[in-house]
């Protein structure tokens, strides 16, 4: 099927050119309040993201994804392999609720707090913009032979970028390892640590190739967030868009005169002058209509207000709208879709709340050893062995743990160590056991008990086990 005319700029992307090469995308430098505002925001984030994996709560980092030894903590509270179903129920809330904003608000989340955007706008491209200047002076020193001052600007820009991209490295590999490890490394001398110095330099270079070459073709073409917009996306998200009728109005868009009355000649306000398509980091021209390419980020609706301004029209006529607003002059309003997804992550957050509160802080299990029946010893007493492990979650050392059985008369002792032992902070204390029942208290081959966990003399948990008898005494 022939693509319509009005949809032809959809079966390219504006930042490769027909040869398929990468078409170099030089964005004017942004201005206006809404930059103003992404700029305090990604301050913030920024403070934060530098600062989480060395900022701790209780004693806990508050934000961890170790995936090597699985421990993640999040906001300060520690997930465990155990806890990995508490883990999951979090992951998709995150989901659900960037999925509800975004059928409301579109790609906002891309603009205003993806750290893509905020590392590439906010960091790396305003360092661009204070060595080489400005879009034009860009362009200017592209095009200019590799003289001193090219050298000399474009090897600032490579060092500093570098330098940025390795501090990067380092607040990303916090996250993974822990800040207070990361701290200790850089103590130590990195050379003693080559097995975390070699993905260091990897992920260096990795940040190195996003921001200073690959750029806003993580957003156009590898994000699969972004790639998520044609199905999340409807008439009523609201979205940065350009008021197509009032743009448009009834004879189109028409350069600017002096003196000329406009809108008795039919003229839409766009005066045509390309400033929204400059200012555009992704390189695409808004006015085509809503396309996947754009992150939300605002700039041209900054733009486009300041030429409003300059003739005297509304600001306005690029903003957040959606096609239904811009259309049918409908205000935003939930849809059923809307509705359906707060339900949902109403109920995951109550389930995930509820379940938080029910989290032991110490995780027990006591197992049959495999392969091992039962031994019936003298004065009918009944053996069986067991494996146990104990999850200490807190900061905190738990000393003078015993474990006692519970259920049952009989007798409970650890192997190879005495029933009185510590469980060290966020560690784990494992081992075998033995446990001694008198048949005649058994109710047949399979008998469940119960074990208490006890710190001194306070019961902090109590777990399960199977305990094998004779079939005969059933
Ligand atoms: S900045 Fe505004 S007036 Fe200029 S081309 Fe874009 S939409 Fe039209
Ligand atoms: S179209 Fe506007 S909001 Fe979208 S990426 Fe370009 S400048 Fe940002």
Redesign the pocket.
Known sequence: METPENEIFRDSISTITEEGKRAWVYPKKPSGRYYDKRKLVSYGLLAFLLASPFLKIGGNQFLMFNVLERRFNIFGFPFWPQDFHLFVISMIIGVVFITLFTVAFGRIFC?WICPQTIFMEMVFRRIEYWIEGDRNKQRKLARQKWDAEKIRKKGLKLLIFLIISFLIANVFLAYLIGGDRLLEYIAEGPFSHMGTLIPLVIFTAVFYFVFAWFREQVCVIACPYGRLQGVLLDTKSVV?AYDYKRGEGTNGRKKFRKNEDRQALGHGDCIDCLQ?VH????G?D?RNGT?L?????????DECDHIMENINLPKGL?RYASEENIKNNVKFRLTARMKGYIAVLTILIGILTGMLFLRNEVEANVLRLPGQLYEHKEDNIISNVFTYKLVNKTTGDIEDVTLKLMSHKGTLKLVATSNDFTVPKQGIAEGTLFIEINNSALTGDRNKIKIGVFAGDKLIETCTANFLGPRSYK
Do not use: F, K, S, W
């Not at 390419?293 to 609706?301: H, L, M, Q």
């Open positions: 603009g940065v929204c200012v555009c980091p992704t695409i808004i396309q390419e754009c992150v939300n980020c605002t700039a041209c609706i690029i």
